[in-house]
């Protein structure tokens, strides 16, 4: 506003139980300038407070800061934080530090699926899992849960969702042939062909958005981790998708191949038999990304869904270190698992 143009950045110190917000902020006493802290503002108490003063035509003399209110910048990432046990964030970074890179990880108890909502899960640990990231294929997860849910809202009455992928498909292969081409072996064409199909069905970012996903991009695999983690978790509890449709995409990602004891799969010499991992990897070389998302079944008590995601970042690493140290933070989290077990 006019003759309102002195700038003023600060940083909000603290936050109150009453929603009162305070800052550290060098204030004109008297014509003596003392640092200390003053409120900001008050929601029960709209006049008071420094930004009501430095906005005020009367205290000219301090410096106004403009008429025309405040911007509020927020991070757009979250810094790291590690709710859970302290002694399992401690052991995860350690591994971390060691591999270099920047990494996106979340780890957390799922309860019994037929009994307890989603909301109700329990983090055990979390990096910067709010942050939009490259998933790779871990992306044909999605894709898969998207393609299914196109067909059943077509009216495809669940007792036929399996043969009519037998039957039908898109570019000289059937839908069967082409979800365990993308599921199990991560071939890349069988995934355009899908995303091609399914682009032309439905309008994606709206059954996104009506499953809780905002802001992600199915066509760049642009998702957060916690976004990653939602749509698994949709997948496993039935939420979205008949159970013919469900198993039919847990049996894909159940289903065992080469690779699977690395990363994630690097605890399955030491799980009991009768538990389970349904899991999707995904890989880039440039830029360099290595991750691997999973649901581990436990028949007796909680599920749990891990996804680790590591990037080159600023620091020095290569694909080989990224991907040893996943196995390494799998193993330390499986040791977790097991004690509470």
């Known amino acids: 506003g006019r003759s309102g ?3 003023r950045v600060l940083t909000v110190t603290r936050p109150d139980g009453e929603g009162r917000v305070f800052s550290v902020q060098n204030v004109n006493r008297d014509g003596v300038y003392v640092i200390e802290e003053g409120l900001l503002y008050a929601p029960l108490a709209p006049g008071g407070g420094l930004f009501n003063l430095w906005v005020n035509r009367q205290y000219l003399m301090l410096g106004l800061t403009g008429f025309g209110g405040f911007d509020l910048w927020r991070p757009k990432s979250e810094y790291p934080q590690y709710p859970g046990d302290l002694a399992l964030a401690a052991e995860i970074d350690k591994v971390i530090d060691f591999a270099g890179g920047e990494w996106h990880a979340l780890v957390k108890a799922i309860p019994d699926r037929t009994e307890v909502s989603i909301p109700n899960t329990e983090v055990l640990y979390t990096r910067l899992a709010n942050s939009r990231i490259h998933i790779a294929s871990v992306v044909k997860v999605p ?8 067909w059943e809202d077509e009216g ?34 069988a995934a355009d062909v899908l995303y091609a199909y399914l682009n032309q069905k439905i309008d994606i970012n709206a059954k996104l958005a009506e499953w809780g996903i905002e802001n992600a991009d199915l066509y760049d695999r642009k998702f957060t981790t916690n976004d990653v983690a939602h749509l698994l978790e949709l997948l496993y509890r039935g939420e979205v998708l008949s159970p013919a449709s469900r198993e039919i995409i847990l049996a894909y990602m159940a289903e065992y191949t080469s690779n699977d004891d690395l990363r994630i799969g690097a605890i399955r010499p030491d799980l009991p038999d009768d538990w389970r991992i349904y899991n999707k990897r995904g890989s880039l070389t440039y830029p360099l990304v290595v991750g691997d998302a999973a649901i581990l079944e436990n028949p007796r008590g909680d599920d749990y869904f891990i996804a680790l995601f590591a990037f080159q970042g600023n620091s020095p690493t290569t694909y080989e270190r990224l991907e040893s140290a996943l196995g390494d933070v799998a193993n330390v989290i499986w040791g977790y698992i097991s004690e509470e077990e």
């Open 5 to 7: 143009a002195f700038r």
């Open 143 to 150: 894709i898969a849960m998207l393609l299914f849910s196109a």
């Open 156 to 189: 495809i009455p669940e007792e036929e969702i399996a043969h009519y992928i037998q039957e039908k498909g898109p570019g000289g292969r059937t839908f069967e042939q082409l979800l365990q081409a993308m599921l199990v072996k991560s071939e890349e064409n």
